[in-house]
């Protein structure tokens, strides 16, 4: 049962609680989820139906909470200061402490980060004290819900609740800056202008969106990643495992390997979604031959697990 909120607090409590939440910003309804606890996170792309993870944008209800995730620098700080709360997500080297699961920001050492400009939303984010990773509130290949109604036809059933904001004024997504790799490149075009933008910095890039981006080859952590992958060569659906390979286990580990990372005993898939991108890089050590993953089963959030570690397996050039 979904039910609709009033409250901020009501909604906060929820989030807190590892619950998924809709609420309204200016752009469209996000679904929101506490950005620190990885299962809640997993959650979001069950809920959406998600076959793959992306990096979700985490809100917060001001700038200095920002800041104490990711590293800004001067550029980030007048766009801030010029845009937020506003439309415009930035790109940011994560900090060493940032608390925001890594599922959140897909493995990447950046993470994207918005103050939004919506009073209801504000608040809540207030309330939850906590970052909240959100994309918007519909299922996977839908449009992006404005309205209340649009997000009870999308996720009626597979989220905790609503919190009642109104209809979202802007209606397009906020623009994404990447400020990340030392440049400054357009990711997403959306509710602020990019000559608005310029203004304040100077010259922005305009970047293939993240998806057509072609595979980087220089693999420096940070370097404008589109994916997060391993050093180590992955090899998938493995059935036996060699002594100097470790093993990314779900379920009864195949015996013999160097070193072993359980995904999940149970063999639960959200607690495995959640545990992916820690276990890929706790098993990333020099050394090794290569990393070896069970088999991922391919119902729920199978497919999105599956999608990561195929891409991470892919041959790089
Ligand atoms: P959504 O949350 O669905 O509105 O979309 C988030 C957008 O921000 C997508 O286009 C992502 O690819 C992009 N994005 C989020 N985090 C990052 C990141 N760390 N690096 C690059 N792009 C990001
Ligand atoms: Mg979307």
Redesign the pocket.
Known sequence: MTILLDDPADAAALLRAGELVAFATETVY?LGADARNGRAVAGIFEAKGRPHF????CHFPDAEAAWAEVRPDERARKLAAAFWPGPL?L?LPRRADCRVDLLA??G?D???VRVPGHPGALELLRLAGTPVA???ANRSGRVSPTTTAHVLEELSGRIAAVLEGGDCEVGV??T?L?L?AGGAAL??PGGVPVEAIEAVIGPVGRAL???AAPEPTLRSPGLML?HYAPSLPLRLDAVEVAPDEALLAFGSPLPGAAQVYQLSETRDLREAAARLFSGLRALDRPGLRGIAAMPIPGEGLGPAIRDRLDRAAAPRG
């Open positions: 996000g992306n990096p979700l944008i997500t790109v920001g897909a990447l950046t993470l994207a959100a994309p918007s997504e906020s994404v990447d990340a990711l997403r969106p993240i998806s589109s």
